[in-house]
């Protein structure tokens, strides 16, 4: 446990928060330069997550047997980064903790400690090695990135859009606070029809390519995955569309573990789908919906 009252700014808690994202990762042994797992790593590290229907962002229960709650009602992007938000409240002590919607709480109230569990959220999920290789692989420039490119690396790191532009120029500082300020005008809408047209994606839109850092995408029933590459569904749970562009679009049709395969069989990428807006604990995120016989 850290005492906040011997750290003087936003720049010793920023420190601090970096320290310790990436001590927890060498501890969990989990690279400083790949996305992760939060669900994971909270249940590697005994913490249980339940996903609640409250209208919230989450809630951090301490004890012997620690707990968070996290608001199904929120976007699956906005809810990883609430666990990992209720992890540094875990990881620093802070004692109960009920962190209520974004859009009601004036940023000019944001406490120190709400402050470090944002800035160790952040950390933890979007590591700077992790950022730079995405960038690198693609050989994208942060001097010139587009809102594409920012939306297939939050993709990558699940994160949202918004959150990794904020990174990119305020923790990381890999881009200017101008160039964030234009990326910030962008809207969802544009981006997913620039990369599919008037395709209507009333859900999330997950953008995988050949680049990808991840080995497993994590999608919700009704979610769209847009690939650029040879693959084919392992079964089912993943509906195949037309093609866009020269790119495969995938539906998520259905909860459970599955696959997209190479030509050769191989797999390219895990697929782990859960229902929308899912309730209950997170070691049933995954749970496979029976079979009609079954019903």
């Not at 769209?224 to 562009?245: F, G, R």
């Amino acid at each position: 446990m850290t005492e906040l009252s011997v750290v003087k700014t936003d720049a010793d808690l920023a420190r601090l928060a970096l320290g310790t994202a990436l001590d927890i990762r060498k501890k969990a042994n989990i690279p400083l330069n790949v996305p992760l797992s939060i669900y994971d790593l909270c249940t590697a590290m005994g913490i249980e997550v339940r996903f609640v229907n409250i209208s919230m962002e989450g809630n951090y229960i301490p004890g012997k047997h620690p707990v968070f709650l996290i608001s199904a009602m929120r976007p699956a992007a906005r809810r990883a980064f609430t666990c990992a938000h209720e992890l540094g409240h875990h990881v620093f002590g802070h004692g109960f903790k009920l962190d209520e919607l974004i859009e009601t709480r004036p940023s000019t109230e944001k406490t120190p400690e709400e402050f470090l569990a944002d800035c160790f959220a952040s950390f933890l999920l979007m590591p700077a090695l992790g950022i730079r290789k995405a960038f690198a692989q693609r050989n994208w420039k942060f001097a010139e990135v587009t809102p594409e490119q920012v939306y297939t690396i939050a993709c990558d790191f699940g994160v949202g859009y918004g959150t990794l532009v904020t990174h990119l120029s305020v923790g990381l500082k890999l881009i200017s606070y101008s160039q964030s300020q234009v990326l910030k005008k962008v809207k969802l809408p544009e981006i997913k029809e620039s990369f599919v047209g008037d395709i209507d994606i009333d859900r999330r839109l997950i953008v995988v390519d050949n680049q990808w850092l991840s080995p497993v995408i994590e999608c919700e029933v009704g979610d769209h995955i847009l690939v650029d590459s040879a693959v084919s569904a392992q079964n089912d749970s993943l509906q195949e569309l037309s093609p866009v562009s020269g790119k495969l679009l995938f539906k998520a049709a259905r909860r459970g573990v599955t696959a997209l395969k190479d030509s050769d069989g191989t797999t390219f990428k895990q697929v782990r789908i859960m229902a929308h807006q899912f309730i209950g604990l997170n070691r049933y995120l995954y749970l496979p919906d029976p079979e009609e016989d079954e019903l």
